[in-house]
């Protein structure tokens, strides 16, 4: 039995093989909702001196929703856009490896002490970025890391829109 912690880590260290197992594990999608939460809660404790109490509710709310937005997108980009012949994904399996890709969110708690908030937002984006490529690698069976990377940018430029327009509607 994988623990979330364990799978968290797993995920974290980029390996393909955790993302396979969520991917194939339909009972999953539970930890996956954690672990968006867990990441947001993190960053939000990271901004909690800029954003307050009300902002790191407010975050979860939007992480959870661009969360769902995102894979929705990449389901999306990944499966009429950018197919593969072997590509044989639901919405589910992206749900669930997407999520776990944002197990390195969980640094930017450190973001709490000043001195650590710029860079590790960078890292902990930059990494995040890495592991949702791997994710979408594994979820749509791709055999091109390249095709998961352009799947990712643009599901990322649509995630970015997201997030803007729910933060602007929460200031």
Request: contains cysteine; glycine residues 8%.
């Amino acid at each position: 039995m994988n623990t979330l912690t364990d799978r968290m880590i797993r995920a974290a260290k980029l390996d393909a093989n955790l993302y396979e197992e969520v991917e194939a594990d339909s009972g999953a999608l539970g930890q996956a909702v954690l672990v968006v939460i867990l990441s947001s809660l993190a960053g939000g404790i990271g901004t909690i001196s800029v954003v307050g109490f009300k902002g790191v509710i407010s975050g979860i709310i939007i992480a959870l929703i661009a969360w769902f937005a995102w894979a929705v997108v990449t389901y999306f980009i990944g499966t009429k856009i950018l197919p593969q012949p072997q590509t044989n994904a639901d919405l589910g399996q992206l749900l669930r490896t997407i999520g776990f890709s944002s197990s390195p969110g969980i640094i930017r708690v450190l973001g709490i002490m000043p001195f650590l908030y710029n860079i590790t937002n960078i890292v902990a984006s930059l990494w995040m970025l890495a592991a949702m490529v791997i994710a979408v690698r594994q979820a749509l069976d791709y055999d091109s890391t390249w095709r998961a990377v352009a799947v990712c940018l643009l599901g990322w430029v649509i995630y970015l829109v997201i997030v803007l327009i729910f933060t602007s509607l929460y200031r």
